[in-house]
C-alpha cells in the first residue's frame, strides 16, 4: 500500500512539473502580460505568467501611413500624407482590447482604426478652409488636439504625427501655390535683409556717434589739460619775475646804502682798489700800472651820481696832499 502511495506521489509530482514547464512562462521586459479578471483587464507584472490564461501584447509601436484625398473649399482636391506610430496605453488597456480583441494583434488594428478617424478629422479640416489657407502646421496642430480622445477611444498612444505633404492635385493649381509660396518666401527675405541692413546702419551709426562723443570728451580733456599747464606756467613765470624784481630791489638797496655810506664817510673811497687806481692814474704816477675806464653799463648811470663820485674824489685828494 505504502509502495503505491509513493508511486502515485512520484506521478503527482512529476505530473506538476511538466504542466508547469508547459503552462509557466518568462514575462519578457518587451511585452505586455494582461489578464481577464472579475473587474475588468488587468496586467501582470510578475516575472512568471500562465501563458494559456494571459495575453502577450507587445509594447512596440505600430505605423501609421495614410495618404487621404480630399476637397477643399471651391471644391478644389487636395491630397495629404500623415506619418506617424501609435503604442499601447496602460491606463486604457480595456479600450484596446474592445477595440482590437484578445490577440496579440490588438495594437495593429486599434492603429487602423486610428487611420480612419484621422482620415475624417483630415478631410473636415480641408473643407472648412481655402486652398491658400490650408498649411501642415495648422492641420497637424488640429490633428495633435485628438490625441486625448485617440487615447480612450482606442486605447492607445499617439506617440509621433507628421503632414508629410499637402498639395492640390490639379498640377496647374499646385505650381501656381508654389510660386506664390516662392514669391512670399522671397519677400520675406528681402524683408528680413532690409531689416537686417537697417539694423546694420543704425548699429553703425551709433557707434560713430559714441566714437565722436568720445573724442569730442578726449579733446576736451586735453583743452583742459593744456589750460592748467598755461596756468602753472603762467604761475611759475610770475613767481620767477617776483623773484627776479625782489633780487633787483635788494641789490639797488644795497647799492644806494654805499652810495649813502661813502656820502656820509668819502674817506672810505681810498679803501677801495679801484679809487686808488684811479687816483694814481690821475696824477700820473710812474708806478702806475693800470688805468680804469668806466664800462658801458657804468657809463650809463645818471650824471648827479658821476658828478657826486668826483666832488668826492677831488675831496679825497685834496686832503691827501694837505697830509703830504
Same mark, same amino acid.
Given at each position: 500500500?505504502?509502495?503505491?502511495?509513493?508511486?502515485?506521489?512520484?506521478?503527482?509530482?512529476?505530473?506538476?512539473?511538466?504542466?508547469?514547464? &508547459?503552462?509557466?512562462?518568462?514575462?519578457?521586459?518587451? &511585452?505586455?502580460?494582461?489578464?481577464?479578471?472579475?473587474?475588468?483587464?488587468?496586467?501582470?507584472?510578475?516575472?512568471?505568467?500562465?501563458?494559456?490564461?494571459?495575453?502577450?501584447?507587445?509594447?512596440?509601436?505600430?505605423?501609421?501611413?495614410?495618404?487621404?484625398?480630399?476637397?477643399?473649399?471651391?471644391?478644389?482636391?487636395?491630397?495629404?500624407?500623415?506619418?506617424?506610430?501609435?503604442?499601447?496605453?496602460?491606463?486604457?488597456?480595456?479600450?484596446?482590447?474592445?477595440?482590437?480583441?484578445?490577440?496579440?494583434?490588438?495594437?495593429?488594428?486599434?492603429?487602423?482604426?486610428?487611420?480612419?478617424?484621422?482620415?475624417?478629422?483630415?478631410?473636415?479640416?480641408?473643407?472648412?478652409?481655402?486652398?491658400?489657407?490650408?498649411?501642415?502646421?495648422?492641420?497637424?496642430?488640429?490633428?495633435?488636439?485628438?490625441?486625448?480622445?485617440?487615447?480612450?477611444?482606442?486605447?492607445?498612444?499617439?506617440?509621433?504625427?507628421?503632414?508629410?505633404?499637402? /498639395?492640390?492635385?490639379?498640377?496647374?493649381?499646385?505650381?501656381?501655390?508654389?510660386?506664390?509660396?516662392?514669391?512670399?518666401?522671397?519677400?520675406?527675405?528681402?524683408?528680413?535683409?532690409?531689416?537686417?541692413?537697417?539694423?546694420?546702419?543704425?548699429?553703425?551709426?551709433?557707434? /560713430?556717434?559714441?566714437?565722436?562723443?568720445?573724442?569730442?570728451?578726449?579733446?576736451?580733456?586735453?583743452?583742459?589739460?593744456?589750460?592748467?599747464?598755461?596756468?602753472?606756467?603762467?604761475?611759475?613765470?610770475?613767481?620767477?619775475?617776483?623773484?627776479?624784481?625782489?633780487?633787483?630791489?635788494?641789490?639797488?638797496? &644795497?647799492?644806494?646804502?654805499?652810495?649813502?655810506?661813502?656820502? /656820509?664817510?668819502?674817506?672810505?673811497?681810498?679803501?677801495?682798489?679801484?679809487?686808488?687806481?684811479?687816483?694814481?692814474?690821475?696824477?700820473?704816477?710812474?708806478?702806475?700800472?693800470?688805468?680804469?675806464?668806466?664800462?658801458?653799463?657804468?657809463?650809463?648811470?645818471?650824471?648827479?651820481?658821476?658828478?657826486? &663820485?668826483? /666832488?668826492?674824489?677831488?675831496?679825497?685828494?685834496?686832503?691827501?696832499?694837505?697830509?703830504?
Amino acid at each position: 500500500m505504502e509502495i503505491i502511495l509513493g508511486i502515485i506521489a512520484i506521478v503527482v509530482v512529476v505530473g506538476a512539473i511538466l504542466v508547469a514547464l &508547459f503552462e509557466v512562462r518568462v514575462r519578457q521586459p518587451e &511585452f505586455l502580460v494582461l489578464y481577464e479578471s472579475k473587474s475588468g483587464i488587468r496586467q501582470r507584472k510578475g516575472s512568471l505568467y500562465p501563458r494559456h490564461f494571459s495575453l502577450l501584447l507587445p509594447r512596440a509601436t505600430s505605423p501609421i501611413q495614410l495618404t487621404v484625398e480630399a476637397t477643399a473649399a471651391g471644391n478644389l482636391g487636395v491630397r495629404v500624407r500623415l506619418a506617424g506610430s501609435v503604442a499601447p496605453s496602460l491606463e486604457n488597456l480595456p479600450a484596446l482590447i474592445r477595440v482590437g480583441g484578445w490577440n496579440r494583434e490588438a495594437v495593429a488594428r486599434a492603429a487602423e482604426e486610428v487611420q480612419v478617424l484621422l482620415q475624417g478629422l483630415v478631410r473636415e479640416n480641408t473643407e472648412q478652409a481655402g486652398i491658400t489657407a490650408l498649411s501642415s502646421s495648422n492641420l497637424l496642430k488640429s490633428l495633435n488636439e485628438h490625441a486625448a480622445v485617440i487615447r480612450e477611444r482606442f486605447g492607445v498612444e499617439l506617440i509621433s504625427l507628421a503632414v508629410q505633404s499637402l /498639395d492640390p492635385t490639379n498640377p496647374e493649381i499646385a505650381e501656381a501655390l508654389r510660386q506664390q509660396e516662392q514669391a512670399r518666401l522671397l519677400e520675406q527675405t528681402e524683408h528680413l535683409t532690409q531689416q537686417a541692413r537697417i539694423a546694420a546702419a543704425k548699429a553703425r551709426t551709433q557707434a /560713430d556717434q559714441e566714437i565722436a562723443e568720445m573724442e569730442h570728451a578726449l579733446d576736451l580733456k586735453k583743452t583742459g589739460l593744456k589750460k592748467t599747464l598755461l596756468e602753472q606756467e603762467s604761475v611759475l613765470a610770475q613767481q620767477n619775475l617776483a623773484d627776479e624784481l625782489a633780487r633787483n630791489r635788494m641789490r639797488l638797496a &644795497f647799492e644806494i646804502e654805499q652810495l649813502n655810506v661813502i656820502k /656820509d664817510s668819502p674817506e672810505l673811497l681810498m679803501l677801495t682798489p679801484q679809487a686808488a687806481r684811479l687816483a694814481e692814474a690821475s696824477q700820473n704816477l710812474k708806478n702806475a700800472r693800470t688805468v680804469i675806464s668806466l664800462a658801458p653799463q657804468d657809463a650809463s648811470r645818471s650824471s648827479e651820481l658821476l658828478d657826486l &663820485f668826483q /666832488d668826492l674824489l677831488q675831496k679825497a685828494l685834496e686832503a691827501r696832499k694837505s697830509s703830504g
